[in-house]
């Protein structure tokens, strides 16, 4: 990967990575480049490199035996493994596990080992079970829970992710149609005020990036919550910009981040936003993470992807 030192970002990437790591980026091994920002003035541009399954296994055998990940593929459980490269952990002590469907019986022996490894698990258990009540769209599911993750400091998981699927789908007019509003209006029932908050941002980015819900997360920790999401999904020909900046339209210092996160895509445009997703922090600030898959020229140039 060429880095343009004039860049803001291609700077700070270069402070932020070793060299084969910047390497890895544009490689086969990385399923998401992440770019993540916010709405504090202070807070920069903050990075994360999300290793696909089979690198992600090795690094996990290599450095990192977890009672939990070893309990999910003992069972058959484990769906996926991404392993987490950040600014602040090179130790590959964050991971994303995707869950095979499981059973009623399984989900129930899942939480029990969750509710052994994780401290603080008992305390969110029943905010999850809750949320975990809305359909996926999968027959073969029988929880929308599709995502768990977690951040470890010494050994001890300090921060456990939840993330739900967004999948349902109704045929209306002999066509599929994605319920997003189902998604958006069971959230809003469940009376959760960061959630709330986030909607109305939601509902503006669907319909100014033309885009589709994916799933919702939650990060929590010994205290509280400390995140809360929406993902939206981009198809190939999304404005995404243009509907970010839209949608941030009061929101000065997030504007100005996406300007500098288009002008940097506009320099490497072998990257293509696929996902992003808008979220509010523990701090209260309104926080936004865009997902970045690799393209190549001719790619992009079938695709007509928008800058």
Not at 4 to 33: A, C, G, Q, R, W
Not at 123 to 145: A, F, H, Q, V
Not at 182 to 205: D, G, Q, T, V, W
Request: glycine letters at 4%; one cysteine or more; hydrophobic letters at 35%.
């Amino acid at each position: 990967m060429i880095l343009n030192k004039k860049n803001k970002i291609d700077k700070k990437i270069l402070k932020t990575f070793p060299k084969e790591v910047i390497e890895n980026i544009k490689s086969d091994v990385v399923d998401y480049f992440g770019v993540n920002i916010n709405s504090n003035a202070k807070d920069n541009f903050f990075f994360k490199i999300y290793y696909d399954y089979e690198l992600s296994m090795k690094k996990y055998e290599e450095y990192n035996s977890d009672p939990l990940i070893n309990y999910l593929i003992n069972q058959d459980m484990l769906g996926g493994l991404q392993t987490v490269y950040d600014d602040n952990n090179n130790e590959f002590a964050r991971c994303e596990i995707g869950l095979n469907c499981l059973t009623k019986a399984e989900y129930e022996n899942l939480f029990k080992i969750l509710s052994k490894n994780i401290s603080f698990f008992d305390k969110y258990k029943n905010e999850i079970l809750k949320i975990s009540k809305m359909k996926c769209g999968d027959p073969n599911r029988t929880s929308s829970l599709y995502f768990i993750g977690f951040k470890k400091q010494d050994s001890e998981i300090k921060t456990f992710k939840c993330h739900w699927f967004n999948e349902f789908i109704e045929i209306e007019k002999n066509k599929p149609v994605r319920k997003n509003s189902y998604y958006l209006n069971f959230l809003a029932k469940r009376n959760i005020p960061e959630f709330n908050e986030l909607i109305p941002y939601a509902k503006s980015a669907l319909k100014n990036c033309q885009g589709r819900l994916i799933m919702e997360g939650i990060d929590y920790n010994q205290k509280t919550s400390e995140k809360h999401k929406i993902y939206i999904g981009c198809y190939k020909k999304s404005p995404v910009y243009d509907g970010l900046i839209k949608t941030f339209q009061e929101h000065k210092e997030i504007i100005n981040k996406i300007n500098a996160i288009r002008e940097w895509n506009n320099i490497h445009t072998e990257f293509c936003c696929a996902i992003f997703a808008i979220g509010k922090d523990k701090k209260n600030n309104l926080t936004l993470n865009l997902y970045f898959e690799v393209f190549s020229i001719s790619d992009i140039r079938s695709i007509g992807y928008k800058l």
